[in-house]
Structures are given as structure tokens and as C-alpha cells.
């Protein structure tokens, strides 16, 4: 499986403020080629910290791109399963997969069940375990998943060294505070994990940043 993650962040690498809401980051190139990218991906996947912070629906917003290539299947990391049963991500625009633990309560699992399909990885710790997800996925048919976030999902999955491509676009907007959601967090690496830059661009008044990784599923 290819496994590839783009977000936005501003100049001094946060994903939103400290808040922690969704902020417009992006320029309106930036939303094009992500639109792109997702229409792209067989499946796309957030934590639930995205799901809860900024209600996101994951589906491709160019009608004809959409009636092209269809929604891709959208993918939530949640272990407790604290996704909230009118979260647009479990709209019927596009079939969800919902990640859950043994933390996760049943009542809360039904109440997932109709509107998503709930999965449980075998994950040895409290959380979704990325490569038992992985491996599900890819019994799925999913070739292509797209990483969107957020900060502590992006951690794991390049902790569990699974990453073949990371884009990030960084908009010229200073946010500041200790506590905002940078593109990497996570409890920080030992061993630091190692990129190759392959493209710089301009994109808008912003840059978009291409790396390269040792992704080990290919
Ligand atoms: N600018 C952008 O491109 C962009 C994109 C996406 C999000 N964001 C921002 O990012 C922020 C949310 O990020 P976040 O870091 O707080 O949350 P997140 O990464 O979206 O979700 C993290 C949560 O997912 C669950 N999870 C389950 N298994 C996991 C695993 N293996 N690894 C990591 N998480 C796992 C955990 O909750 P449980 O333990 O309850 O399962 C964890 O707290 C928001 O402010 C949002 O606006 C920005």
C-alpha cells in the first residue's frame, strides 16, 4: 500500500492555533491539489482530534472530479470510539471505516456500527495499532490511503515507519502558543526519522513541500 501525508501548516510548522479548531491554512491552489489528491486516494484517514476539532466530511468537493473517480473510502483512528454519530464523516456521501480498540465501550460501537463499519485492529496498546489498520485496509482492495492528520496521527504513523510520501504546504501566517497542534507530535522521536526533499514549489502566496520517505509496505 502506498501510503502518503499532506496537510497545511503556518510558518512555524502548526497545524491550527491553540484552540485547536480548524484554520484556513491553505490557499485556494493548496485546496485544489489536495482535492486532487483525495479524489486520487482509494482512502483517506484523521484521528478522531480531527473528527472532534473540525468536523471534517473527507470527500472530494469538485463535482466533476467526484463523478469521476467517486469519494474515497474515509478512514477514523479512534479508540475508545468517541466519534459523535452526527459527525459529517459518517454522512452517506462515502463509505466510513471507524478503528477502534478493546477500550472502546459496545454501546458506543453499535451506535458507529450502522453508519460506519467499526474495526478492531489487534493493538497491543491503548491505541489504534497502524500496521494491524494497515493490513485490514489492504484486505479492503485499499491501494493509495492519504494521511490528513492530525499532529499525533501523523507521529504514529511515521513511528510505525510506514510513510512513502509526506507534502506539506506552509502558509506565510506566524500562529505561535506551545499548546497549538504542530505537523509532528507525539511523544518525539529517539531516532529521529529521515526525509529526502524532492520539490519546492510556490504555490500561491505559500510554498508546498515534497519529501520522500522510507515507507515498508510497497
Ligand atoms: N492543517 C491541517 O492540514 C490539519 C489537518 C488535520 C487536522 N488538523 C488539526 O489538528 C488538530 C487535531 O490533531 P490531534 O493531534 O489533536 O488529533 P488527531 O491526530 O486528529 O487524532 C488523535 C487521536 O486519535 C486517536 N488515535 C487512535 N489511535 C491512534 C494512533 N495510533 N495514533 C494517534 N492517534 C490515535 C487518539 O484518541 P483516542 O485515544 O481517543 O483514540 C488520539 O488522541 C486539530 O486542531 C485540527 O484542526 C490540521
Given amino acids: 500500500m502506498y501510503v502518503f501525508v499532506n496537510a497545511a501548516v503556518s510558518a512555524d510548522g502548526k497545524l491550527s492555533d491553540i484552540r485547536r479548531g480548524q484554520v484556513a491554512l491553505s490557499s485556494s491552489e493548496d485546496f485544489e491539489r489536495v482535492d ?10 484523521v484521528g478522531v482530534g480531527t473528527v472532534l476539532a473540525d468536523d471534517p466530511s473527507l470527500t472530494v468537493k469538485d463535482d466533476d472530479r467526484r463523478a469521476e473517480d467517486g469519494n474515497p473510502t474515509r478512514v477514523v483512528l479512534d479508540s475508545r470510539a468517541r466519534t459523535p454519530t452526527d459527525a459529517a464523516v459518517l454522512d452517506d456521501e462515502a463509505e466510513t471505516v471507524v478503528a477502534v480498540t478493546d477500550e472502546a465501550d459496545d454501546e458506543r460501537v453499535s451506535a458507529l456500527g450502522n453508519p460506519a463499519d467499526v474495526v478492531r485492529p489487534e493493538s497491543p496498546d491503548d491505541r489504534v495499532d497502524v500496521r494491524a489498520l494497515l493490513d485490514e485496509l489492504d484486505r479492503r482492495g485499499v491501494e493509495s490511503l492519504m494521511v490528513e492528520g ?47 526533499l524532492r520539490d519546492v514549489e510556490r504555490l500561491g502566496e505559500g510554498v508546498l513541500l515534497s519529501y520522500s520517505l522510507n515507507g515498508s509496505l510497497n
Avoid: H
Wanted: no cysteine; aromatic share 8%; charged share 25%.
Fill in 150 to 196: 492530525g499532529g499525533e496521527t501523523i507521529a504514529s504513523f511515521l513511528d510505525a515507519g510506514v510513510v512513502d510520501e509526506l507534502t506539506v504546504y506552509v502558509a506565510p501566517v506566524f500562529v505561535g502558543g506551545r499548546d497549538a497542534p504542530t505537523l509532528v507530535d507525539g511523544d518525539g522521536f529517539v531516532e529521529y526519522v529521515d526525509a529526502t
Fill in 36 to 45: 486532487r489528491l483525495r479524489a486520487e486516494a482509494d482512502a483517506i484517514l
